[in-house]
């Protein structure tokens, strides 16, 4: 048996190497800073006090003690009423004189009667319980408002960014190859 010489070929495969760390990245983001500044409201209110007035002038004119001149022209608006009076007592005085069939002493029992009579004039105003007039005016309030304020004022920080990189180292671990070995031949025979 006559053997066929075989050639052998081996491969071997490449291989990579990869170390890798990963990056490191921090972020800080500082706080912004904020300035508020107010101005307070202003609230005025002035109330101005209110006006009472009070009339007394009928209650003292029914008292008597009224306008002299309100009263004077009462009394005047009066007298021929008064006056009349006057001549009609006159006149029973006279008559109870001349009536002598009437017993007793006319001159005593008149001159009794006219100790207490006197003529009235009637100078005092009207009684009434509303004789007293009372006016209140009240006023309104003056109010003036002052608005306020409210400034802010806002300063924004930028952030903190921080990056560290990461490692990446590529080489060849293994690097690929073929490998011929040819067979022994025997030349010699």
């Known amino acids: 048996m006559v053997s ?3 050639l052998q070929i081996r491969q071997q495969y490449g291989r990579i190497g990869i170390d890798a760390d990963p990056g490191r990245q921090s972020i800080e983001q500082p706080k912004a800073e904020v300035q508020i500044r107010t101005t307070p409201a202003k609230l005025d209110i002035h109330s101005p006090q209110g006006e009472l007035e009070i009339d007394q002038s009928r ?3 029914a008292l008597g003690k009224g306008n002299i001149l309100e009263s004077m022209q009462r009394i005047y608006s009066q007298a021929h009423e008064i006056l009349l009076q006057g001549i009609a007592h006159r006149v029973e005085y006279g008559n ?3 009536d002598i069939s009437k017993p007793g ?3 005593a029992d008149n001159a009794e009667q006219e100790a207490y009579h006197f ?3 009637d100078y005092y105003g009207p009684a009434s319980m509303d004789n007293v007039d009372i006016r209140y005016t009240a006023h309104k309030p003056e109010i003036q408002v002052t608005e306020g304020r409210v400034d802010i004022n806002v300063i924004p920080h930028k952030p903190i960014i921080e ?3 990461g490692k990446l180292d590529i080489y060849m671990q293994q690097y690929p190859k073929v ?3 040819p067979p022994i031949i025997d030349t010699v025979r």
Do not use: G, H, V
């Open 163 to 165: 990056y560290t990189r």
């Open 4 to 6: 066929i010489p075989q």
């Open 119 to 121: 003529p009235e004039f």
């Open 179 to 181: 490998e011929y070995i």
């Open 59 to 61: 209650a003292w004119d």
């Open 105 to 107: 002493n006319p001159i």
């Open 96 to 98: 109870r004189l001349a």
